[in-house]
């Protein structure tokens, strides 16, 4: 079996480089378990290297429009605008390399076209709770992104499969489950967890042990019965 150090990974890498890291030689995907082609893997880096040259371009051009969006522009192109600058954002998330610094200038332009927006709708205490909510809701969602198995799952071309969301989820530090868990409802976790619980068994069985695997199942079904309690409170 090939050991990480025996295949070029990279330190920083993009959404299609971090599932194949996650999945290579991992047991929770399947038995026995599979290997990373080399090539499989330059292909991944290049592609993800491709995607940030391109990232690049549309965020200097995303920067130049906000610079020259008038102080009189209507709400549609403004909203255009914010459009773009979060998706840009959330594309940063998976990409390689340190994005810290468009990151902080992505989220900065945000916000001053937020404020643009509640100078369009003042005096409208209707459009300015939108406003309030959908930025609290914009914490959150930026919060979540920060951990890269958020940003792979909620990835407009996620390489995470349906069957593979256990295993992942399995495989995760303990930070990144938690994380992770927000994104699904009390009944997808439950379902989630019946999946992780018969991986578990199904290894078992096989005689494969996976460190720490039994606290992770554990832990993932708490986290289920703690979203459903939430539910049932509100």
């Known amino acids: 079996m090939l050991a990480d150090s025996d295949l070029p990974f990279t330190h920083s890498p993009g959404w299609r480089e971090r599932h194949m890291r996650r999945r290579h030689g991992n047991p929770l995907f399947a038995w026995p378990p599979q290997e990373v082609a080399p090539e499989a893997l330059l292909e991944a880096q290049r592609l993800d290297h491709e995607e940030m040259e391109g990232f690049r371009d549309e965020f200097r051009e995303a920067v130049q429009r906000a610079v020259d969006l008038p102080a009189d522009a209507g709400s549609d192109p403004v909203l255009e605008l914010k459009a773009d600058l979060e998706r840009l954002y959330e594309q940063a998330c998976g990409l390689p390399e340190d994005q810290t610094e468009p990151k902080g200038a992505l989220a900065k332009l945000i916000e001053i076209i937020m404020a643009t927006l509640r100078r369009h709708t003042e005096g409208d205490s209707t459009a300015l709770g939108e406003l309030s ?34 295993p992942s989820l399995l495989s995760a530090s303990d930070e990144e489950l938690a994380a992770a868990c927000e994104l699904f409802g009390p009944a997808q976790l439950a379902a989630l967890a019946d999946e992780a619980e018969a991986l578990a068994a199904r290894l078992e069985r096989l005689g494969v042990e996976v460190t720490g695997l039994a606290s992770r199942v554990v832990e993932l079904r708490q986290l289920a019965a703690e979203a459903l309690g939430a539910d049932r409170a509100h």
């Open 133 to 166: 909510d959908e930025a609290a809701a914009r914490v959150i969602h930026f919060r979540l992104l920060a951990h890269p198995l958020v940003a792979d799952i909620l990835h407009p071309d996620s390489p995470i499969l349906p069957q593979e969301l256990a």
